[in-house]
């Protein structure tokens, strides 16, 4: 009888110890986290599409509520090498209709920003110089409206925690590039990262005074049919000193549909053809 209770006892060891260290090995795994910029480069792979279009409404709102209301169309088309050409146009009211900004992301140097002003009849570059000018009376500045350039950052991993129930990856973005300081209107960001699937659902922006100025916010996020892109589908930006926010809100996502080259020609930024 003993001999056989040593005998399950033994077979009891054999199975306990794999499982033992197959629960150690997972907590392990799950205890090593991405670093800052692993964390970066899937929030830039989660972004980046062949192509990607969309509508929205944009509100400004005041800090006594008072609404201006724009319709907007969102086009983007990833180029052969790799970098993004993107276009925003101003659909409605009357007194913007047709304003248009378009963006070529560059690898080695600063994008090139075109801003048509159908007003005015003519098409501004818009300089690096220009980029903490705010876009159109919003919140965004012309850099938020540009591409994360990976390279130019110092990324810090300050701390994991939840965000509205999602636990978050919170990512310090301090810029490191000489020209980037300079011509950036921020000294840091940081970045509440969503675990799941990569999308930034927060960001908190510092002026050069190391003062908090700006806060977005994405939220109603939702996949994209079966392209694998999770989006946003209202984004606020707020000024916390003017206390004046812009609201966007999404709709008609389309993603790898494919766009034609010429929506992201001068051309057509002016002309609409």
């Avoid at 480069?41 to 279009?53: I, V």
């Avoid at 929205?56 to 969102?74: A, D, P, Y």
């Avoid at 050069?208 to 996949?223: E, G, V």
């Amino acid at each position: 009888m003993k001999k056989q209770k040593d005998i399950k006892m033994k077979t009891y060891k054999f199975f306990l110890i794999p499982a033992l260290l197959l629960a150690l090995s997972a907590n392990a795994a799950q205890a090593q986290e991405l670093s800052a910029r692993e964390i970066m480069d899937r929030n830039d792979a989660q972004r980046r599409t062949q192509d990607e279009q969309s509508e929205l409404t944009m509100e400004l709102i005041n800090k006594k509520g008072k609404k201006r209301v724009r319709k907007v169309s969102q086009l983007t088309k990833t180029r052969a090498d790799g970098n993004e050409n993107s276009l925003i146009r101003f659909l409605a009211p009357a007194d913007v209709r047709g304003t248009g900004l378009l963006t070529h992301e560059q690898s080695n140097r600063d994008d090139d920003q075109w801003l048509y002003l159908p007003a005015l009849k003519k098409i501004r570059r818009i300089s690096a110089s220009d980029k903490s000018d705010s876009f159109m009376g919003t919140d965004f500045a012309f850099e938020d409206l540009q591409q994360e350039e990976l390279d130019k950052y110092q990324y810090t991993l300050l701390r994991s925690e939840e965000l509205d129930g999602q636990p978050c990856y919170v990512v310090e973005a301090i810029p490191t590039d000489a020209k980037e300081k300079k011509v950036s209107g921020y000294s840091k960001r940081i970045f509440w990262i969503r675990k799941d699937n990569f999308l930034a659902v927060q960001i908190h922006f510092y002026d050069k005074k190391n003062d908090f100025i700006k806060i977005f916010n994405a939220t109603d996020i939702r996949q994209i049919g079966d392209s694998g892109k999770w989006r946003a589908h209202r984004i606020t930006m707020e000024n916390r000193k003017s206390k004046h926010k812009t609201v966007l809100l999404f709709e008609n996502y389309r993603i790898n549909e494919g766009l034609a080259d010429k929506f992201f020609t001068r051309r057509y930024l002016e002309r609409g053809r």
